[in-house]
């Protein structure tokens, strides 16, 4: 725990000295978060009657930011798994991975005051998603939430980090997941973020992959005014795989950006990553995917696309694809697409009968649903489905 605390006193000292990033440096250019840096949060914790639907047999819900173990379930967990807060684990890798400069992973490692902490022991195959569920209301509170997920050699776990928040609730979610991938294990993990409209959201992640690991990430975001993914992951074995793919629905005057970092370190990797948004209204996303192929990392395959449809003149995108290649052989493409509902097939589907206002929504569910067929975990799919529905409802009513 003197470890700990050491960590913790370091990067509260990091965070006081360096204070929230500007415009001025490379990777925040485009997003202004001199609005949340005004804010004054609290601490206080309270209680929350938001509704929430588990996706799967066991859920670990956090209200405002503490574990509520009333509204857990982790009833039948298979031995071999352990699930529970992560203020009762003294884990030496907490820290280890999201070590950035970022000034918001300072403040979490500083300021964290509880999160998840999950561990798949070796050969364990979970047959259930393992839901984390963070619900917030408490107006002009501050969460800082910590997750340290590690699947250990050839286990298998789904996980789903699911973030909802009481409409008009200014607070601030501040979170890292850490998570660690060993060899042969295959990790199928689904953001779901739904914020409030007035909160700020923030989330790192960080993953690591051993040899012939398999690590899958579906980040759908709707919520928060001002918010940004910043996911980071690392290949460190050969024959791993990463697909991460994402997308985001925005509307009124909501920013959100999504910073994607792939380091391809040894041989026979590969990384597929695919993130779509709509933007509606005077919205603005920024994307920034970066795969790096370090000179040891022959035979990559590498592919990273951005597409995006704008349904009003006001929405704006900043996408910018990157590829950082050292080594000489291998597969490695990526591209960005800007664009509209194509107006001709809009007029098709008029002339066959179809409401206009129904047949934007039915073009725009088509272009989103590239990223909702890659869901493998049916309920997840089902859930996400249905929240992109009732979206383009809103849009197009």
């Known amino acids: 725990m003197e470890d700990l605390q050491q960590l913790r006193d370091k990067a509260a000292a990091d965070f006081e000295q360096r204070g929230f990033p500007t415009t001025k440096e490379e990777l925040w250019r485009f997003i202004d978060v001199s609005a949340l840096a005004k804010q004054e949060f609290s601490n206080d914790w309270q209680s929350t009657e938001i509704e929430f639907q588990p996706l799967g047999k066991y859920s670990l819900v956090f209200e405002n930011g503490k574990l509520s173990t009333e509204k857990s379930n982790l009833d039948g967990l298979p031995e071999g798994v352990k699930v529970g807060s992560i203020m009762d684990q003294a884990d030496a890798r907490l820290g280890t991975l999201a070590d950035s400069q970022s000034a918001f992973v300072a403040a979490n490692t500083a300021y964290f005051s509880d999160g998840a902490f999950i561990e798949v022991a070796e050969g364990v195959q979970l047959d259930s998603p393992i839901h984390l569920i963070y619900l917030a209301d408490a107006e002009g509170s501050a969460f800082h939430l910590r997750n340290l997920v590690s699947a250990g050699k050839g286990s298998k776990l789904t996980l789903i980090e699911q973030y909802i928040g009481e409409a008009e609730k200014v607070y601030w979610t501040n979170a890292v997941t850490e998570m660690f991938v060993s060899d042969h294990a295959a990790v ?6 739904q914020e409030s409209n007035a909160a700020f959201h923030f989330q790192t992640m960080e993953t690591r992959l051993g040899a012939d690991a398999r690590f899958s990430n579906h980040a759908i975001t709707t919520g928060a005014v001002l918010g ?3 996911i980071r992951g690392k ?3 050969a024959g791993g795989e990463a697909i991460c793919n994402g997308l985001y629905l925005l509307k009124g005057k909501q920013v959100f950006d999504t910073h994607m970092f792939m380091d391809h370190a040894v041989e ?6 695919l993130y779509k948004g709509i933007l509606d209204e005077k919205s603005k996303a920024i994307f920034c995917g970066r795969i790096l192929v370090q000179q040891d990392a022959q035979q990559t395959d ?7 449809l704008l349904l009003s003149r006001g929405a704006k995108i900043h996408s ?3 590829l950082e290649i050292y080594a000489d052989d291998v597969k490695c493409t990526h591209g960005a697409t800007v664009g ?16 206009p206002v129904r047949g934007k929504a039915m073009l725009t569910f088509a272009f989103a649903n590239e990223v909702l067929d890659e869901m493998k975990c049916s309920a997840v799919k089902t859930y996400v489905e249905k929240l992109v529905q009732e979206w383009l409802e809103k849009v197009s009513g």
Do not use: M
Not at 188 to 193: A, G, N, R, S, V
């Open 320 to 322: 910018l694809p990157q």
């Open 340 to 355: 509209e509902l194509d107006e001709a097939a809009l007029y098709y589907l008029e002339t066959r009968g179809i409401d």
């Open 302 to 308: 590498a592919v990273q696309s951005n597409r995006n």
């Open 235 to 237: 290949l460190i074995g």
């Open 188 to 193: 199928d993990h689904y953001k779901i973020q």
């Open 268 to 273: 026979k990797c590969n990384s597929h990553e």
């Open 228 to 230: 940004r993914n910043d």
